[in-house]
């Protein structure tokens, strides 16, 4: 091996320390998921092809989320049928500017139907949050789902991410 490629490992430049986690570090995910009032919701159609569409969403807690979603649509046909889902939730004003350095989170998980005579706690946290909803919620073809977080994929700006499960959500004491 040639002088000019081999390398004396006493002057290899010194990794940095490890960043503290990102959820013992901040609130950063439970914020986001408080706050997002839109996001991208993944489903699968019936030839099991990836189905995205744009979704209203409210927080019952940060690992139980609320949708309102009508009956007519293609992601609540792909639901009822096949109920695992991810949402993409993109920290309020991270959508200015660049949105590849702003904070988002993808939420892996699964949506079930609430029934119309037992959704009284799911319709009052979405109406809270959505108040123009209102006006469609009583419709017939609306229902409320539940959306209960596996896990929370979170990107906090350029090389900050982090897989957080349900549990680690829910624990982060901050």
């Known amino acids: 091996m040639s002088a000019s490629l081999s390398r004396d490992s006493s002057s290899a430049p010194s990794l940095p320390n490890r960043r503290p986690s990102i959820v ?5 995910p439970r914020q986001i998921i408080e706050t997002a009032r839109v996001g991208s919701l993944g489903t699968l159609d019936e030839a ?5 569409s744009l979704v209203t969403v409210a927080a019952l ?3 139980r989320l609320i949708l309102l979603l009508s009956g007519l649509a293609q992601h609540t046909k792909n639901l009822d049928r ?4 991810s949402l993409l939730l993109v920290e309020p004003g991270g959508e200015q500017g660049n949105p590849l350095a702003g ?3 993808t939420i892996s998980g699964s949506a079930k139907r609430l029934a119309r005579d037992g959704d009284e706690i799911a ?8 108040r123009s909803a209102a006006a469609y919620a009583e419709f017939e073809d609306f229902s409320f789902f539940q959306l209960d977080v596996d896990q929370i994929h979170l ?9 957080i499960s349900a549990s680690q959500l829910t624990s982060s004491n901050d």
Do not use: K, M, Y
């Open 24 to 28: 013992s570090s901040s609130s950063r």
């Open 48 to 52: 099991g092809n990836p189905f995205v």
């Open 61 to 63: 807690e940060p690992t």
């Open 82 to 85: 096949a109920p695992n889902c």
């Open 103 to 105: 904070a988002r989170l």
């Open 123 to 130: 319709r009052a946290c979405f109406l809270a949050a959505h």
């Open 155 to 163: 990107v906090a700006g350029f090389g900050r991410i982090e897989t």
